[in-house]
């Protein structure tokens, strides 16, 4: 998983959500939105990262040497679910398996238990309302973030209880 410092670009996306970190005012959920290759996944993990660690910095981000930091860079941390799915849709069993029925088990070894959702634009409609009530409910330890390359695809319930981030291309002589 990558540090707030490792990401390109997205210099508001990053001073929101490490403001967010600081001040102890982060979202339940959040979506996102971003080309294919734009770093939504790199985003999100640089968020769980930081959320987790046990020694964050000054600034926020990650310390990258404490066992949570650790944990989250061999993707063998305890507290971070990804929703997966086998078929050309997420459907609504993935996210009652996957999501529902683990998110009332309270984090193993942190303050947040966080679910990423790739490609969550790929959600069936049943999935999304089933993922609704949760969203609308939260424990105040979880976390779902939905990673799309178009938010259009979601119900508009959905859309006004996340908070939206928007990746925006990062111009070539920037790389």
């Known amino acids: 998983m990558a540090n707030f410092k490792d990401i390109i670009g997205q210099d508001q996306i990053k001073t929101h959500l490490l403001d967010g970190i600081l001040q102890g005012n982060i ?3 959040y979506i996102i939105n971003g080309e294919t ?3 939504r996944r ?3 993990s640089a968020l769980t990262k930081a959320l987790l660690c046990e020694n964050r910095s000054a600034q926020g981000d ?3 040497v404490c066992k949570s930091c650790k944990q989250a860079d061999s993707n063998n941390h305890p507290d971070v679910r990804f929703v997966t799915h086998e078929k050309a ?3 609504v069993d993935d ?3 996957q999501l529902i029925n683990d998110i009332t088990i309270k984090p193993y070894s942190s303050a947040y238990k966080i679910y990423i959702i790739p ?3 790929k959600m069936t409609e049943q999935a999304q309302n089933a993922l609704l009530k949760t969203i609308e409910e939260p424990p105040e330890y979880a976390i779902i973030i939905l990673l799309t390359t178009n938010a259009d695809t979601f119900l508009q319930t959905i859309l006004s209880r996340c908070v939206m981030l928007n990746i925006r291309p990062v111009k070539e002589d920037i790389i």
């Open 27 to 29: 979202s339940h959920a």
């Open 37 to 39: 290759g734009s770093g």
């Open 42 to 44: 790199l985003l999100a």
């Open 62 to 64: 990650a310390c990258g």
């Open 89 to 91: 849709s997420i459907s």
């Open 95 to 97: 996210i009652r398996e």
């Open 119 to 121: 490609d969550a634009n």
